[in-house]
């Protein structure tokens, strides 16, 4: 297959093909084996990675700061760029092209929409959107689909449901546009009404003939749905305090509503969890995100690394 992806920045799951899909997740496997077996290797000797969060990271930084480095790579980590020159006022635009000069990819996360893309045109090295505000995670989507992926026959007979924050959810945007793209037909958004799925992206699946459901309450629909995918409330963009202290609870997901749930369907979540997953939940044999979805996360970073970085 060829390599679509050298050289390109990814900023929206948008411009992602099937094809581009299909070899990032093949290299992915290699990726988990390789990791087994030998730990790494050196393939991306010498190139490094710099990574720029405006934003709190614990995963998305942590685990491209590890590929790299079982790729055998270098990193430049500024988690925390209020102590870089952004502190006396410089750009975004300013501060990549300061880095690109250094690095070979730049991963970028910041509170703004469009930021990513932004700061894309103003580089020649590839740019990975790590999250632009509550626009889109496209990596985040790509480990989550290839979770599901393991999981499932095909997406084209799944329901999936999405719960929680879908108005600022940025991981959401983009998995459930991504899951679209790949043939999952029926969706069951489940949110407060102020926090509902963007128009634009519940039009663009009903317009491509998809099934949408847009619900309060959860426990009238669990039961229906095969991936369970919770996110948080997104306290950070929220300029009404008492209305996020009034939503931070609206969803707690405990044993007992999990058994209502399909015995076969998964349940994930991003994480940072503040609350909405009960910690008794954890031990399901359905719930992913401790087990699979962090390991994935490493394994596709370095995917995506080794496709971007190499011909
Ligand atoms: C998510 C994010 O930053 O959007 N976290 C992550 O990258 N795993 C989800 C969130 O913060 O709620």
Do not use: W
């Amino acid at each position: 297959m060829r390599n679509r992806l050298f050289g390109k920045d990814i900023i929206t799951v948008e411009t992602l093909q099937k094809e581009d899909i299909d070899l990032l997740f093949e290299k992915t496997k290699e990726m988990e084996k390789l990791v087994k077996n030998k730990g790494g290797d050196d393939r991306l000797k010498r190139k490094i990675l710099a990574a720029l969060f405006y934003e709190p990271s614990t995963r998305t930084f942590s685990s491209f700061i590890t590929a790299i480095q079982r790729l055998g790579g270098g990193f430049i980590p500024l988690n925390g760029m209020v102590q870089t020159s952004v502190a006396k006022g410089e750009s975004l635009e300013d501060t990549v092209k300061v880095f690109s000069y250094y690095s070979d990819v730049i991963v970028v996360r910041f509170p703004e929409v469009g930021s990513a893309k932004k700061a894309a045109e103003s580089v020649s090295v590839p740019v990975i959107n790590a999250g632009d505000g509550a626009g889109e995670h496209p990596t985040q989507a790509l480990l989550d689909t290839y979770t599901i992926k393991k999981h499932v026959g095909t997406f084209s007979s799944l329901t999936v449901g999405i719960i929680g924050d879908l108005l600022y959810g940025r991981t959401v945007h983009s998995l459930t546009k991504l899951l679209f793209k790949l043939g999952v037909g029926r969706f069951i958004f489940v949110s407060p009404k102020v926090l509902k799925m963007p128009r634009e992206i519940c039009n663009q699946i009903k317009n491509g003939k998809g099934k949408v459901l847009e619900v309060e309450n959860l426990s009238d629909v669990i039961g229906e749905i095969d991936v369970i995918y919770d996110t948080r409330i997104q306290k950070e963009r929220f300029s009404d305090f008492s209305l996020y202290e009034r939503l931070k609870h609206f969803y707690i997901i405990e044993a007992k509503l999990m058994e209502k749930a399909k015995k076969d369907a998964i349940l994930m979540h991003p994480l940072p969890r503040v609350g909405e997953i009960a910690v008794e939940v954890d031990s399901d044999p359905r719930a992913l995100y401790f087990r699979e979805q962090l390991r994935n996360g490493l394994y596709l970073r370095m995917a995506l690394l080794d496709l971007i970085l190499r011909r």
